[in-house]
């Protein structure tokens, strides 16, 4: 991947589509290779695995902040800046301008829309968690009432 030209806009767009439509299968195949060379996520198989792996996209948007080795919301800008720091200082003249930017970039896009999908999808897992709830009463000759 070193040599490679990553796309601001495909990237970006990639991962907007994504937190617009609440879907982790809008994410292309550039924006998972850079996800996971750059943003702290851990490889899967392969993307297909990984969608599989942030359908709920609660954890997705918490990582794109952290990354999967940390738990601090500011993890991935601070490693924005180091990038930036290392092509500025000639530690590498891999893009890392190019890359912090599509890194802030995506930051700020999920944390436009981190709210809005932690309480969609927490209330589709409480939805579902009801329906399991009612299966297995009834299941047992129970009835689940609301307190």
């Known amino acids: 991947m070193s040599g490679l030209r990553w796309s601001f806009g495909e990237i970006v767009n990639s991962v907007r589509r994504v937190l617009e439509n609440r879907n982790i299968e809008h994410l292309t195949k550039q924006a998972y ?5 750059y943003m702290g996520f851990i490889a899967h198989y392969n993307r297909q695995g990984f969608q599989d792996s942030y359908t709920d996209l609660r954890d ?17 800008l601070k490693w924005a800046d180091e990038l930036e720091r290392r092509e500025r200082d000639g530690d ?6 190019d890359k912090a930017d599509i890194i802030r970039e995506i930051v700020k896009l999920v ?13 589709l897992q409480r939805q579902t968690e ?17 307190q």
């Open 33 to 37: 290779e850079f996800i996971i060379l």
């Open 60 to 76: 997705f948007v918490e990582r794109l902040q952290t990354s999967e080795y940390s738990n601090d919301p500011d993890h991935n």
């Open 92 to 97: 590498t003249g891999d893009q890392g301008k």
């Open 111 to 123: 944390r436009q829309y981190q709210n809005d999908i932690n309480a969609e999808f927490a209330e």
């Open 130 to 146: 009801l329906k399991e709830a009612h299966r297995l009463a009834g299941k047992y000759g129970f009835k689940v009432v609301p």
